[in-house]
């Protein structure tokens, strides 16, 4: 338990570690956002294809796998349907922060949900090493999501303190759902497949939902697509080194 504790924590404050830059850059190009977005796509479907499914697989076969999947994916297209947000990657230019700021926290708890799921239950599993490998995953893709919330909040005219404080809590949401997927997973048989498998849908519905489309939507199609490539290979090597 104190491995999975420690694990999702270091990968959730990796969100605070990619906004340091803000104090020193407060702008960041329609392209770089691009480019960073696609990165964090390609690490998640990597993660997810190479690291959640095969496992889930191994853990309890191909059924549960696809029931598993199937299910993540239904719950966050609910949760996308029923929960305003605003997706701030997507979210160019100064805007009010009073009106936007709990739509925003909205989307970024809706997208760390999954993400802390899939390293809890990752650290519940019979595989020692799956744990550390898919927490390093989310912490770097955490990096440049805290990177691009952080410059989101600046030209909202926050504080940067308070835009630190506020990509801080995003990512303890994080490590919220990272212990509920421990706990689950551990109390219940059989649900460590299931919920590898709950995890890998949930994450790949946002990559092909938000984060592809909104990589590829400013005119950098062709800097994005070798950014996501870029992001998935990294993924393959900690794939690789761990497992």
Known sequence: METALLGSFASAMATVLGAIPIMFVKQLSEKWKDVLVAFTAGIMVSASTFGLMPQAIRESGIISLTLGLLTGVLLLDLIEKSIPHID??????YTNMDSKALLVMIALFIHNIPEGLSTGFSYASEQASLGPMVAIAIGAQNMPEGLILAVFLLNSRTSKLKALSIVALTGLMEM??????????????????????????AMLFIVYKELIPESHGHGYERPSTYSFIFGLLIMVYITYIFG
């Open 88 to 93: 701030v990657e997507n979210k160019p230019g």
């Open 176 to 201: 919220v759902s990272a212990v509920i997927g421990y706990f689950t997973a551990s109390s219940l048989q059989n649900a460590v497949g299931y919920g590898l498998a709950f995890a890998a849908g």
